[in-house]
T-cell receptor
Framework: AQSVTQLDSHVSVSEGTPVLLRCNYSSSYSPSLFWYVQHPNKGLQLLLKYTSAATLVKGINGFEAEFKKSETSFHLTKPSAHMSDAAEYFCVVSFFSGTASKLTFGTGTRLQVTL | DAGVTQSPTHLIKTRGQHVTLRCSPISGHKSVSWYQQVLGQGPQFIFQYYEKEERGRGNFPDRFSARQFPNYSSELNVNALLLGDSALYLC????????????FGPGTRLTVL
């Protein structure tokens, strides 16, 4: 079965410092992995997507993630946090079940950015 | 170009009633998926439709049903509402569904009293 585990439910950083949001996945085959962000009372916005083309994936707003098969990890990073980055972040794995392509979400990490 | 749109934005119903939620995909997208997000949790997969046919269903009771129309828009119906159905219902569209990136709408907030 496919699953993702987000290791931190809440992360707090100061503005201008690096961000690290951790995600481990479980998949019986090479997965498609995503990071989505959800601002309060908003829908989900795609940050970046991994589909085996390159292990280091660059996304929007300065975020990037590195796929490490040996560690089954897909951690999200950003060199310098901005106040506008405060939101809920979801690590997501896509897999096929029958004829459907389903997304399985992690439990989310709430990122707090302080002055 | 317009993104995924959903209506209504908010909805309040009482137990036992039924509700219909609507979704219009991004132009050119032929697949629509529905997700339920209970407060404080990640979204859970409900349905996926492609070319008006159901492609997959999550672990939800038969009170939940959906359909997709020839213009690729979709409806999610929930009958005999329970308090536990209170959630944000998200619609996502993709080109074909099979492995394509899913783009989400803003959601419909359903409150069941």
């Amino acid at each position: 079965a496919q699953s993702v585990t987000q290791l931190d439910s809440h992360v707090s950083v100061s503005e201008g410092t690096p961000v690290l949001l951790r995600c481990n996945y479980s998949s019986s085959y090479s997965p498609s992995l995503f990071w989505y962000v959800q601002h309060p009372n908003k829908g989900l916005q795609l940050l970046l997507k991994y589909t085996s083309a390159a292990t280091l994936v660059k996304g929007i707003n300065g975020f990037e993630a590195e796929f490490k098969k040996s560690e089954t990890s897909f951690h999200l990073t950003k060199p310098s946090a901005h106040m506008s980055d405060a939101a809920e972040y979801f690590c997501v794995v896509s897999f096929f079940s029958g004829t459907a392509s389903k997304l399985t979400f992690g439990t989310g990490t709430r990122l707090q950015v302080t002055l | 170009d317009a993104g995924v749109t959903q209506s209504p934005t908010h909805l309040i119903k009482t137990r036992g009633q039924h509700v219909t939620l609507r979704c219009s995909p991004i132009s050119g997208h032929k697949s629509v998926s529905w997700y339920q997000q209970v407060l404080g949790q990640g979204p859970q997969f409900i349905f996926q439709y492609y070319e008006k046919e159901e492609r997959g269903r999550g672990n939800f009771p038969d009170r939940f049903s959906a359909r997709q129309f020839p213009n690729y828009s979709s409806e999610l119906n929930v009958n005999a509402l329970l308090l536990g159905d209170s959630a944000l219902y998200l619609c996502a569209s993709s080109l074909q569904g099979a492995g394509d990136t899913q783009y989400f709408g803003p959601g419909t907030r359903l409150t069941v009293l």
